[in-house]
Nanobody, 124 residues
Framework: QVQLIESGGGLVQAGGSLRLSCAASGRTVENYAMGWFRQAPGKEREFVATISRSGGSTRYSDSVKGRFTISRDNAQNMVYLQMSSLKPDDAAVYYC?????????????????WGQGTQVTVSS
């Protein structure tokens, strides 16, 4: 089982940027796709971004496309989410997840390890 720890969340003004990090331990995640999901109060968890094992394929939700960038460093067992042009609607707890396969997926059922989440707050 892999343990995932997110960091980098915080309070930012609308239009600002944040970089989330996800550190994996327990086993390497280099053979698996990784993803970011988020959950706002009163809402269901939703897909944000995913990246393939090699980093060669990525997918984003329509709501963040063009503003967020997912990346990974397999040598360091790290995954990142660079968030720019943040909006109040982006406020949520952001979760890192490790996939069951090397292939990207927007479905939470395709991920079997989850972090505890990091809070992102965006002030208007």
């Amino acid at each position: 089982q892999v343990q995932l720890i997110e960091s980098g969340g915080g309070l930012v003004q609308a239009g600002g940027s944040l970089r989330l990090s996800c550190a994996a331990s327990g086993r390497t995640v280099e053979n698996y796709a990784m993803g970011w999901f988020r959950q706002a109060p009163g809402k269901e968890r939703e897909f944000v971004a995913t990246i393939s094992r090699s980093g060669g394929s990525t997918r984003y939700s329509d709501s963040v496309k063009g503003r967020f960038t997912i990346s990974r460093d397999n040598a360091q067992n790290m995954v990142y989410l660079q968030m720019s042009s943040l909006k109040p609607d982006d406020a949520a707890v952001y979760y890192c997840a490790a996939g069951r396969s090397p292939y990207i997926s927007a479905w939470s059922r395709d991920y079997n390890s989850w972090g505890q989440g990091t809070q992102v707050t965006v002030s208007s």
